[in-house]
């Protein structure tokens, strides 16, 4: 990791080295054979994470990390142009203050981490872990907000959260500790905290539709669904297509006023009347990097998009026998820095110690968007040739046109994998009318599109009635996108006149 | 907090409105007199700290997560340009591993804090939260590093820890909970890793110097002082003339090999010979903020120095009764374009339910460096009224030279703040040669430079001997800038032969 891809390590010439030839860094399972043992095996093979010896925890190493900072180069300024403030609450919260809001603390309580002692001595009481910081931080808010002239109140928190689940620990997807940002902001009206809400969900779709190159659906959930403790929930919903499975990729909640009933946060208007104010919370975490990489991942390694990979060019000599090898190498060198002085991340990898073709399947297996060859051939004429990670296509291009080319080039990667990625997406989404559809459906791992009469039960009977191995179905979204609903369609599940098409799958 | 000091809240002209004047904003205690309470104060009435219901922790208000920001924004640029990458490592550590380096848990032992029930469920084995993470990371360090190509390994982590202190709770300077960056490297030879001590040492002293306006000393802990397990261990340390304590700013470690003995962190050199690595820790904290705070602050609240100040300059509207109140306000918000175009961070408080004086007050309270008065008579001259914080000194500066003229004045601030500090810092160095004069340098809250024989149970001695209600002396920091040391020159504490200069003191 450390000294792997810089402008550094360049050969001695006149020493011999034994030089690495084997291409043997394949991954051991096939993205469409074993899909689960594939991603385990291409996040720890990409040197994104590696296992940590407390089940459910992961290290996220820098190649994970750097992808998790491009994204906060994005989100962080875009929140503070809407006048959100970062701060830092702690980490602890008493038992007294997270059994505050009742149906919160219900849907987080089997999940909390207890701090219990500390050195050899018994805390007086236990102390809880943050699973989410509603409960940290609302005592506060009604201390701070009085008048009407203290809102709206945004403050916006990066840091680590933990959730003790005991259900499959999955990198990214499912761990016990994560990094999130968590957004909490309080309004004097509904409507400022309904537009904030859907502002926000914007900035979410944009992290993966125009960073990671995933299409998402932008929906609300069900009430069964929803955010523990909350009025409603918005979402961007992504989907697996190799396990048919929906996945959550970032929630924007309206907490309407249940927070700030039981916390009394409360504020005067200008006409003095005391009211309570109207909350949201929101938040993306470490998961979109996993999304990620279950998207575009194939049996090569990582696929990274472009906006978000470390290195988007990784340039590698391809010296031969008898060629003008310090030249190559030259060659490598001022192209990393012409390309980096127009603002692209590009290394090169001069290891005197692996092939060409080592190196090839190193970076293809990491994700790298594009490989720029460097050898006697395109020395002497005074061009590259640039490799494609995510269709393997390959072409020459003169040095004079690099810049221009490359940043075309991986322009185009990311549109591409996009509309990749959306063409297998649409492929799963079915539109079915009856259970019957939805059962052959569900069973072909679609993401199912349905009438639905928008009941409670009837969403607790789907999940009764698909339970099994593979899991209970369960709503994913209602799409804010919706199709025609003409009158007289009939609930797919409970027969019932249907009020909205919801989306339905499987989901992690 | 969330509308203050914006641009908008533009006084709606006609009506009436009720105009607070009362200045009574100011501290309760005085820094010379009270100084702990006045400490408590300041961080509160600022706005930086909010009190949380559980001991020792403290809620980051923007007013210091800004600070912070804006100290990451040189230093990770500056690690990573010396090739450093940002990774996350778990918040858990198991007991076993927390175990392995003896006196490193010995150090660390008696504040570790334990999770030992997830919701209701008893964990089979309590996993401690991290204190600092050498041996989170080592294992895996053994586990990454092979041969000395993969040397030097540099691996840095923006994250909270936690030590459960139960001594002195005090805001950002003692807290259970705090953030850092802890930086881990590992190289091949011990020359690498003791220039990079310097190198990352050198940045801790600019946060101080060139960020926090704070001289510090460059210097090297005594073995007693030294990190728990680590080889030796510099620092930068800053003092605090009102208590007359020093204050341990930031550390740079080399560890040695004890880790890599510990962990079987070995690699292979180029001749095959299996050798083991030797690495570094270091670490700098939000400890950072609360030594600005006691340096700088005043009587009147914080001074914060212009570098890292959320806000650089407020532009206070000053309308009299007769005035073009519109004209002045437009006036106020063109300031803010002008002075923000040219990259400065300025604000305009244009709230109507505030005096002028009020203003004054609060943009005092909260240290920010200039203030921009806009009146009748300005508005005229075609030029602002520009008062400093930190010495109150008042200015009239004509618009078209604004740019120019603001940003050399918060350039004089940084060096006045600094200037001024170092001058009372310097006063309270006093240099000695016997215990008697030492006992009286002690008495006198004095950072004491004292020719030392550098002996553990010497140090042990003196701490022995100084024990008493306000704590006992230690060394703070044997400084690389050594005075001369005469042939003959007795220790100070036990009359055998000097080997260095080291300073003394009472220590935070």
């Known amino acids: 990791m450390a000294s792997k891809g810089g402008t550094n390590g360049k050969p001695k010439p006149g020493k011999k080295k034994e030089v690495k030839k084997e291409t043997g860094l394949g991954l051991t399972y096939k993205k469409d054979e074993n899909f689960g043992e594939w991603y385990s095996e291409v996040v720890v093979s990409s040197e994104m994470i590696e296992y940590y010896d407390i089940s459910g925890c992961y290290i996220l190493r820098p190649w994970s990390i750097a992808i998790w900072e491009n994204l906060h180069a994005f989100f962080d300024p875009e929140i503070k142009r809407m006048n959100v403030k970062n701060a830092y609450f702690p980490l602890f919260v008493s038992d007294s203050v997270l059994q505050k809001e009742k149906d919160h603390i219900e849907g987080f309580a089997p999940e909390v981490a207890w701090v219990t002692k500390s050195g050899k001595t018994e805390l007086e009481v236990p102390i809880a872990v943050r699973p989410t910081s509603e409960t940290v931080m609302y005592p506060y808010y ?20 933990v959730r003790w689940e005991f259900s499959n620990p999955t990198p990214f997807i ?19 905290a309904d537009q904030e809400v859907l502002e926000i969900l914007e900035l979410y779709r944009r992290i993966y539709e125009e960073y990671l190159a995933i299409p998402v659906i932008k929906g609300k959930k069900s009430e069964l669904e929803k955010f523990a403790g909350g009025l409603y929930t918005t979402s961007v919903e992504a989907f697996i297509p190799n396990t048919g499975r929906g996945i959550q990729g970032a929630t924007s909640h309206c907490l309407g006023q249940n927070f700030a009933k039981m916390f009394q946060i409360t504020f005067e208007n200008e006409s003095r009347e005391k009211l309570m104010v109207w ?43 008898d060629a003008d090898t310090q030249g190559i190498f030259n060659a490598c060198s001022s192209t990393v820095s012409l390309l980096s002085a127009a603002g692209l991340r590009v290394e090169a990898d001069l290891r005197d110690n692996y092939s060409p073709g080592w190196k090839y399947s190193h970076w293809e297996m990491k994700g790298v968007p594009l490989r720029i060859e460097i050898g006697p051939k395109d020395l ?10 995510d269709d393997g296509s390959k072409q020459d291009i003169a040095m004079d046109n690099l810049v221009e080319q490359v940043k075309k080039i991986l322009e185009n990667i990311h549109e591409s994998l996009f509309n990749k990625a959306k063409e297998k997406r649409d492929d799963c989404i079915q539109k079915v009318h009856t259970w019957d559809e939805f059962a052959v459906a569900l069973n072909d791992k679609k993401m199912i599109l349905a009438p639905w009469c928008d009941e409670e039960e009837v969403e607790k009977d789907v999940k009764a009635r698909t339970k099994g191995e593979m899991g209970a179905a369960k709503s994913l979204c209602t799409p804010f996108d919706q199709p025609e609903l003409p009158e007289g369609t009939l609930c797919f599940a409970s027969g019932k006149p249907a009020k909205k098409w919801t989306y339905w799958g499987r989901s992690y």
Chains 1, 2 share one sequence.
């Not at 194939?298 to 026998?321: H, M, S």
């Not at 002497?380 to 990670?389: G, L």
């Open 380 to 389: 002497a004429n005074k061009q590259v040739r640039v490799v494609r990670r």
């Open 142 to 161: 009604s201390k701070w907000i009085r008048g009407h002239r203290d809102l709206p109140l945004r403050l916006n928190q990066w840091c680590n959260v």
């Open 279 to 321: 909350q949201n919370s929101w938040a993306y975490s470490t998961r979109t990097i996993g999304v990620m990489v279950m998207v575009h991942g194939d049996d090569k390694g990582l696929v990274l998009p472009p906006k978000v990979a470390a290195v988007q060019a990784i340039v590698i000599p391809v010296p031969y026998k």
């Open 174 to 192: 499912r761990s016990r500790e994560f990094l999130w940002q968590e957004g909490h902001t309080a309004f004097a009206t509904k409507d400022e």
